[in-house]
């Protein structure tokens, strides 16, 4: 269960990606994948993907740029409730910022998270994230990844 890639959305794995799910107690830091996708029709700059390991969908991503200044966030990350606690969201976040970093050919990739989410705080800071002692209008801190 090693073998993370990220694919597309499309008519052979959507139905999948929308039964993604958190586990209990979890919705308060995260909206759900339908909310996303919902957001990501809107919005065009939102790319949403699944997430793979090996032939299974574990989770569902989003990320985009912004503004004149290319400002590339990855919004979203969701690992199912069936794959979490195996070290999977490290690998799918690791790999994320290197297609985030190769398609938009960018330095920065900003993220934010709910205070709370202790176990995201603790991830991401793990990986590089700094927080930079900023909120975003909703209210959730803002993390600032550079890339080397």
């Not at 390991?53 to 985009?64: L, N, P, R, T, V």
């Not at 202790?118 to 909703?138: C, Q, R, S, T, W």
């Amino acid at each position: 269960m090693n073998n993370i890639y990220i694919t597309d959305i499309d008519e052979t794995n959507e139905c999948m990606v929308r039964n993604i799910r958190v586990k209990p107690g979890q919705e308060k830091y995260i909206e759900p994948v339908e909310e996303c996708l919902a957001e990501a029709k809107e919005i065009q700059q939102w790319h949403p993907v699944a997430i793979y390991s090996e032939e299974d969908i574990i989770g569902f991503a989003m990320y985009g740029s912004f503004g004149p200044n290319k400002d590339t966030w990855i919004d979203r990350i969701i690992i199912d409730e069936k794959f979490q606690g195996k070290g999977l969201g490290k690998k799918a976040m690791l790999k994320l910022i290197d297609i985030v970093r190769k398609e938009y050919e960018i330095k920065v990739i900003y993220l934010s998270i709910v205070e709370e989410n202790k176990v995201a705080y603790h991830l991401y800071k793990d990986i590089g994230f700094v927080f930079m002692n900023e909120k975003d209008p909703n209210g959730e801190l803002i993390f600032k990844y550079t890339i080397q």
